[in-house]
C-alpha cells in the first residue's frame, strides 16, 4: 500500500486565482494520477503524471489550466488556473502500485476546493 | 473502452439488514476488480479486490466474488451498521494504470 498526503486539506478560492495542490507520498513510485470528483459525482481522470516525462492530460483538461509537476518520485502538484465556481470539487492524488497480485490505486484524502 | 456499471442509490436500509450492491464490468483482456469506500468528508479508501475470476474478496464484512461469465462484482454484507454509511464505488483496473470507476452508490443506514 502506500500513504498519500495532500495539502490543502480544504480551501475556499476566489473567483479568478490560482491554487496548487501538493501531494507527498511515502515511497517512491512511477505512476501517479490527479482524479477530480466533482459534488455528487463519480472521479474523472484529469492527468498521468509520470517522474521524468510530462504529464499526459485526458479529454477535456489541458495545462494551462491545470499544470501539474512531477519533480521526484514521491512528489508531485496539480495547479487550478484561473478558478471558477465549476472548480468547485474534490481533487484527489493517486497513486498505483503493483505487484504479483497486480496493480491497486491508492488515494490521498483529496483536496476539497470551493470557489466563490 | 472499458466501462463499470453499478446500481444506482441511494440505497437506504436499517441496521442489520443485508445489502447488496451490483456491479457489471465491459473490459477487455483480464482486469483486476475493486470496491472503494467513500465515508462523508473524506477520500476513497480501498475496500477489498479481486485479481481474476471466482477469486473472492473480503474486509470488514464486506464480500465481493468476481463472476467472468457474468461480467458482474456485487458487493455484499450480512448486516450493516450505522457505520458504514457511505459511498461505494466500484472500479477495475485498465492499462497504464488507468482505472475506471462506476458512477457510485450511497448506502444510507438508519438506526
Known amino acids: 500500500s502506500a500513504v498519500i498526503s495532500q495539502k490543502p486539506s480544504r480551501d475556499i478560492c476566489q473567483r479568478g486565482t490560482s491554487l496548487t495542490i501538493q501531494c507527498q507520498v511515502d515511497s517512491q513510485v512511477t505512476m501517479m494520477f490527479w482524479y477530480r470528483q466533482q459534488p455528487g459525482q463519480s472521479l474523472t481522470l484529469i492527468a498521468t503524471?509520470?517522474?521524468?516525462?510530462?504529464?499526459?492530460?485526458e479529454s477535456g483538461f489541458v495545462i494551462d489550466k491545470f499544470p501539474i509537476s512531477r519533480p521526484n518520485l514521491t512528489f508531485s502538484t496539480l495547479t487550478v488556473s484561473n478558478m471558477s465556481p465549476e472548480d468547485s470539487s474534490i481533487y484527489l492524488c493517486?497513486?498505483?502500485?503493483?505487484?504479483?497480485?497486480?496493480?491497486?490505486?491508492?488515494f490521498g484524502e483529496g483536496s476539497w476546493l470551493t470557489v466563490v | 473502452g472499458n466501462s463499470v456499471t453499478q446500481m444506482e442509490g441511494p440505497v437506504t436500509l436499517s441496521e442489520e439488514a443485508f445489502l447488496t450492491i451490483n456491479c457489471t464490468y465491459t473490459?477487455?483482456?483480464?482486469?483486476?476488480l475493486f470496491w472503494y469506500v467513500q465515508y462523508p468528508g473524506e477520500g476513497l479508501q480501498l475496500l477489498l479486490k479481486a485479481t481474476k475470476a471466482d477469486d473472492k474478496g473480503s474486509n470488514k464484512g464486506f464480500e465481493a466474488t468476481y463472476r467472468k461469465e457474468t461480467t458482474s462484482f456485487h458487493l455484499e454484507k450480512g448486516s450493516v451498521q450505522v457505520s458504514d454509511s457511505a459511498v461505494y464505488f466500484c472500479a477495475l483496473s485498465g492499462s497504464w494504470g488507468k482505472f475506471q470507476f462506476g458512477a457510485g452508490t450511497q448506502v444510507v443506514v438508519t438506526p
Open positions: 493517486s497513486v498505483v502500485t503493483g505487484g504479483i497480485s497486480g496493480n491497486t490505486i491508492y
Open positions: 473490459a477487455t483482456g483480464y482486469p483486476s
Open positions: 503524471a509520470n517522474q521524468g516525462s510530462e504529464a499526459t492530460y
